[in-house]
């Protein structure tokens, strides 16, 4: 009997030890960039044999005022082995944007760093009217990989938008806010060896242009 408690209390200790080494852990990997219509971008491939959870987070938004009637479809693949391309396989898939048109405003004035409110005169452009949450994309100045999210709260008619959070990057008076953009959660299962995700915006020839971001989160050593 006291062997046994002995036993339960090792193994107890050593899961303990385990749980306690493990640490959250992020990885960008995809950052904001453009892809073109009739593209695919073949997203970076991330060793994930070690992690204890890993959850993918990916990001779309549109890029100009095309209709985008059959959207772009996001696959994430995993494979089991180390190196090599020809184990990949389609691991979950999700279509993002299909059917939308989307609406621009250009930011007329610099705000403060903690400011909330965006002045523009396009306001009242697209869904920019729309007052409620959603989720709005502020393209990144001077460089793509500089774009965020925002949640649009309100409107005022041709003057102003309000967003829930103040903007991390610091953005130009010519910063661009495009009125839709949406994103897709998944978590991988945790045999997975390696993870990519492509990205192909090739179901609409005649669609939009579009900004993508991958990243993913999770528990590792």
Known sequence: MKKLILMLVVIFVCASCLQAQSRPWSVVLDDW???????????????IASWQSTTIYISMA???????????????????????????????????????TGSSTTMSA????????????????????????????????????NSELCTLVSHVA???????????????????FWDWAET???ELPKQANRVRVLVDNT????GSPIYTYCAIFGQRP
């Open 158 to 176: 041709n003057t102003s938008i309000t967003i829930l959070d103040a903007l991390t990057n610091t953005p130009g008076t010519s910063t661009v």
């Open 62 to 100: 549109v890029a100009s005022t095309t209709v985008h009637t059959d959207g772009t479809v996001f696959h994430i693949q995993i494979s089991p082995r180390d190196s090599g391309d020809e184990t990949w396989m389609e691991q979950a898939s999700y279509t993002m944007g299909k059917g939308i």
């Open 110 to 145: 610099i705000p403060n760093a903690a400011s909330l409110t965006i002045t523009t005169s396009g306001s009242n452009t697209g869904r920019f009217d729309d007052d409620g949450i959603r989720t709005i994309f502020v393209l990144g100045s001077p460089t793509v990989a």
């Open 33 to 47: 960039a453009l892809v073109g219509t009739n593209t695919i971008r073949e997203g970076t491939v991330q060793n």
């Open 184 to 186: 897709y959660i998944y």
């Open 203 to 206: 179901y609409d020839p005649d």
